[in-house]
């Protein structure tokens, strides 16, 4: 049973920085490529990253590229997202999936980040 979980989402001031973590079970994490993916409310679903299965080499989404840092620690099961210089449009719930980009496997239950003031 594939179990994937997100935390340390919250509130921050514009500007501020959080870090998100992703723990995952019951698959091969250090053979999977691993993704952020992000809906904001009302919005649809928004990709931010996706890192090779080895954890060498990220691609982002052009809104968070040079403010937003995905690593992938094969030995411990976990995916981070360090977010830095947040806006108020990085408001959002992240999702924390296993693949891509372009076909997603199992998806977490999501952590919320609000960036206001």
């Known amino acids: 049973q594939v179990q994937v979980v997100e935390s340390g989402g919250g509130w921050v001031q514009p500007g501020g920085s959080l870090r998100l973590s992703c723990a995952v079970s019951?698959?091969?994490?250090?053979?999977?490529?691993m993704s952020w993916v992000r809906q904001a409310p009302g919005k649809g679903l928004e990709w931010v990253s996706s890192?090779?299965?080895?954890?060498?080499?990220?691609a982002y989404g052009v809104t968070v590229k040079g403010r937003f840092t995905a690593s992938k620690h094969n030995a411990e099961d976990t995916l981070y997202l360090q977010m830095n210089s947040l806006q108020i449009e990085d408001t959002a719930v992240y999702y924390c999936?296993?693949?891509?980009?372009?076909?997603?496997?199992?998806w977490g239950q999501g952590t919320q980040v609000t960036v206001s003031s």
């Open positions: 999936v296993e693949g891509g980009p372009g076909i997603f496997g199992s």
């Open positions: 019951g698959l091969a994490f250090s053979t999977s490529s």
């Open positions: 890192t090779h299965s080895t954890g060498d080499g990220t």
